[in-house]
Protein backbone atom coordinates (compact mmCIF):
# COMPACT_ATOMS: atom_id res chain seq x y z
CA UNK A 1 0.00 0.00 0.00
CA UNK A 2 1.01 3.50 -0.77
CA UNK A 3 -0.50 6.36 0.50
CA UNK A 4 -1.04 9.70 -1.11
CA UNK A 5 -1.07 13.62 0.62
CA UNK A 6 -1.53 16.89 -1.46
CA UNK A 7 -0.97 19.80 -0.58
CA UNK A 8 0.07 22.98 -1.64
CA UNK A 9 -3.42 24.03 -3.92
CA UNK A 10 -5.06 27.48 -2.99
CA UNK A 11 -6.19 30.69 -4.33
CA UNK A 12 -4.07 32.39 -7.43
CA UNK A 13 -4.51 35.09 -9.79
CA UNK A 14 -4.15 34.15 -13.70
CA UNK A 15 -0.61 34.78 -14.52
CA UNK A 16 0.46 33.37 -10.95
CA UNK A 17 2.23 30.52 -10.29
CA UNK A 18 1.46 27.81 -7.22
CA UNK A 19 3.83 24.45 -6.23
CA UNK A 20 1.66 21.49 -5.55
CA UNK A 21 3.50 18.80 -3.09
CA UNK A 22 2.17 14.97 -3.29
CA UNK A 23 3.63 13.20 0.01
CA UNK A 24 4.15 9.57 -0.03
CA UNK A 25 4.47 6.84 2.62
CA UNK A 26 4.38 2.68 2.49
CA UNK A 27 5.99 1.41 0.33
CA UNK A 28 9.53 2.50 -1.65
CA UNK A 29 8.33 5.55 -2.98
CA UNK A 30 11.17 5.29 -5.69
CA UNK A 31 9.71 2.26 -7.23
CA UNK A 32 6.63 4.11 -8.74
CA UNK A 33 5.94 6.16 -11.27
CA UNK A 34 3.51 9.06 -9.85
CA UNK A 35 1.17 10.71 -11.80
CA UNK A 36 -0.56 14.34 -11.53
CA UNK A 37 -4.56 14.60 -12.89
CA UNK A 38 -7.10 16.94 -12.40
CA UNK A 39 -10.84 17.10 -11.99
CA UNK A 40 -13.01 20.69 -13.14
CA UNK A 41 -16.80 20.70 -11.88
CA UNK A 42 -18.60 18.87 -14.44
CA UNK A 43 -15.96 17.20 -16.73
CA UNK A 44 -14.09 13.95 -16.16
CA UNK A 45 -10.74 13.57 -14.52
CA UNK A 46 -7.88 14.20 -17.09
CA UNK A 47 -4.11 13.72 -17.04
CA UNK A 48 -1.96 16.57 -16.24
CA UNK A 49 1.85 15.02 -15.86
CA UNK A 50 3.44 11.59 -15.01
CA UNK A 51 6.93 11.15 -14.01
CA UNK A 52 8.57 6.96 -13.94
CA UNK A 53 10.28 5.82 -10.91
CA UNK A 54 13.66 5.45 -13.07
CA UNK A 55 15.61 8.39 -14.98
CA UNK A 56 12.53 10.83 -14.19
CA UNK A 57 11.16 10.79 -17.45
CA UNK A 58 8.55 12.85 -18.01
CA UNK A 59 5.25 13.44 -19.91
CA UNK A 60 2.66 16.57 -19.98
CA UNK A 61 -0.63 17.07 -21.56
CA UNK A 62 -0.61 19.58 -24.25
CA UNK A 63 -2.87 22.01 -22.13
CA UNK A 64 0.40 22.48 -19.33
CA UNK A 65 3.19 21.90 -21.55
CA UNK A 66 5.94 24.50 -21.19
CA UNK A 67 3.94 25.87 -17.73
CA UNK A 68 4.02 22.90 -15.42
CA UNK A 69 6.86 21.19 -14.51
CA UNK A 70 6.87 17.85 -12.53
CA UNK A 71 9.39 16.68 -10.23
CA UNK A 72 10.14 14.18 -7.59
CA UNK A 73 12.60 14.19 -4.89
CA UNK A 74 13.04 10.30 -4.01
CA UNK A 75 14.79 11.26 -0.68
CA UNK A 76 12.02 13.32 0.86
CA UNK A 77 9.19 10.68 -0.83
CA UNK A 78 7.60 13.82 -2.74
CA UNK A 79 6.08 14.31 -6.20
CA UNK A 80 6.20 18.00 -6.99
CA UNK A 81 3.65 20.33 -9.56
CA UNK A 82 4.87 23.43 -10.23
CA UNK A 83 2.53 24.99 -12.09
CA UNK A 84 3.89 28.48 -13.46
CA UNK A 85 1.30 30.90 -15.76
CA UNK A 86 -2.03 28.99 -14.27
CA UNK A 87 -5.23 30.25 -16.29
CA UNK A 88 -8.56 30.27 -15.11
CA UNK A 89 -9.22 26.94 -16.84
CA UNK A 90 -6.46 25.28 -14.68
CA UNK A 91 -9.24 25.51 -11.87
CA UNK A 92 -9.96 22.31 -10.85
CA UNK A 93 -9.26 19.59 -7.77
CA UNK A 94 -6.06 18.16 -8.42
CA UNK A 95 -4.77 14.96 -7.66
CA UNK A 96 -1.44 12.47 -7.31
CA UNK A 97 -1.20 9.17 -8.54
CA UNK A 98 1.48 6.01 -7.98
CA UNK A 99 1.77 2.96 -9.94
CA UNK A 100 3.93 0.64 -11.37
CA UNK A 101 4.65 2.63 -14.89
CA UNK A 102 4.65 5.86 -16.38
CA UNK A 103 0.71 5.81 -17.88
CA UNK A 104 -1.17 8.83 -19.16
CA UNK A 105 -4.76 7.06 -18.07
CA UNK A 106 -6.22 6.92 -14.54
CA UNK A 107 -5.38 3.16 -13.85
CA UNK A 108 -2.95 4.08 -11.57
CA UNK A 109 -3.33 1.87 -8.30
CA UNK A 110 -3.13 4.47 -5.99
CA UNK A 111 -4.76 7.85 -4.78
CA UNK A 112 -4.38 10.59 -2.98
CA UNK A 113 -7.45 13.10 -1.37
CA UNK A 114 -7.01 16.26 -4.31
CA UNK A 115 -6.42 19.73 -3.18
CA UNK A 116 -8.12 22.23 -4.79
CA UNK A 117 -6.21 24.87 -7.17
CA UNK A 118 -8.98 28.24 -8.12
CA UNK A 119 -7.56 30.70 -10.55
CA UNK A 120 -9.29 34.04 -10.63
CA UNK A 121 -9.28 36.17 -13.91
Known amino acids: QVQLVESGGGLVQAGGSLRLSCAAS????????MGWFRQAPGKEREFVAA????????NYAESVKGRFTISRDNAKNTVYLQMNSVKPEDTAVYYC??????????????WGQGTQVTVSS
Open 51 to 58: ISWRNSIT
Open 97 to 110: AAGPRLRVDDLYDF
Open 26 to 33: GRTFSLYA
